[in-house]
C-alpha cells in the first residue's frame, strides 16, 4: 500500500434535496481550502472544565454547539469540535458504542440511496471513504461517530445524522473509548454545561497515537463525501 494524501469532495444540488449533494470532481480550489484551513479555537481538541452528572468514560454530544465531550471526572472533560446533523437529520438520545472499526468500509443505507440513487453501494475503507480513519457505532442505529480529512465541515451541520470529527481527533478519541461506552446526543436546544471555557486551565490535548493515512488505487480517488455522513 502506498501513502495518499486526503483530498476533499465537491457537490452539486439535486431537484430532490436543496442540501449539496455527492459528486466526485475535486477541484485544485478545494484541496487547498481544505490544506490551509485554521480550525477555530472553540473546535480544536481541548481539555476544560466541564460539569456533569455523568460517568467517566461517557460520551456528551451538544449538537447545537458543535462539540463533543470526552468526560474525565471531577468536572473535567476532553472537548472536540464535531459536524452534526444538516437541517432535519438532527436528533438526540441516549446510544452505546456497539462496535468500533479502524478505517472502516462504508455501505450507504438504503434511506441514503434513496435520496442519492448514484451513490457506490460499498466503498472499501482508506482516506477516500466517507468514514474517515475511525468509526464508532451507535448501538443497532444507522448512526456513528466517525472521522473525515475535510476540516472545514467540522463545526457545521452537514451530516445526515452521524457526529463527526477529524481524523486526528477520532483516532484519539477513539483510543479512549470501549465498546459498551454511553452516548448522550443533546437536541439542538440542549443546555451544554462548560465551565471556564477560556480558563487557564485548558489545555490541548495531544493524539494518543500518530494518524497513518493509506490507500490504495481507487480508495485514494478520495471519494470523501461531506454531505453524506
Known amino acids: ?16 434535496d436543496s442540501f449539496l449533494e455527492y459528486s466526485i470532481m475535486v477541484t485544485p480550489e478545494q484541496q487547498q481550502d481544505a490544506a490551509s484551513y485554521v480550525m477555530p479555537e472553540r473546535l480544536r481538541r481541548t481539555e476544560v472544565s466541564y460539569v456533569s452528572n455523568q460517568a467517566p468514560g461517557t460520551i456528551v454530544i451538544d449538537t447545537g454547539n458543535t462539540q463533543l465531550y470526552y468526560i ?23 446510544e452505546t458504542v456497539t462496535r468500533k472499526a479502524e478505517w472502516p468500509d462504508w455501505h450507504p443505507p438504503v434511506e441514503m440511496i434513496r435520496r442519492q440513487p448514484y451513490l457506490p453501494r460499498f466503498m472499501a475503507g482508506g482516506p477516500g471513504n466517507p468514514l474517515g480513519a475511525r468509526a464508532m457505532y451507535l448501538g443497532s442505529s444507522i448512526y456513528r461517530i466517525h472521522g473525515t480529512n475535510d476540516p472545514t465541515t467540522i463545526g457545521k451541520f452537514v451530516s445526515s445524522g452521524c457526529i463527526r470529527l ?10 479512549r473509548v470501549n465498546v459498551g461506552t ?13 465551565i471556564a471555557r477560556n480558563a487557564p486551565t485548558s489545555r490541548t490535548v495531544t493524539s494518543a ?3 497513518r493515512v493509506q490507500a490504495t488505487g481507487q480508495q485514494a480517488m478520495n471519494l470523501s463525501a461531506s454531505s453524506l455522513y
Open 72 to 94: 474525565l471526572g471531577n468536572n473535567r472533560a476532553i472537548r472536540y469540535g464535531v459536524g452534526v446533523g444538516r437541517e432535519g437529520f438532527t436528533w438526540a438520545g441516549t
Open 182 to 194: 454511553k452516548v448522550v446526543v443533546l437536541p439542538k436546544s440542549g443546555v451544554s454545561r462548560e
Open 209 to 211: 497515537q500518530p494518524l
Open 166 to 175: 477529524t481524523n486526528e481527533d477520532v483516532q484519539d478519541l477513539f483510543s
Open 1 to 16: 500500500m502506498t501513502s495518499a494524501s486526503a483530498q476533499v469532495m465537491s457537490y452539486a444540488p439535486t431537484s430532490q
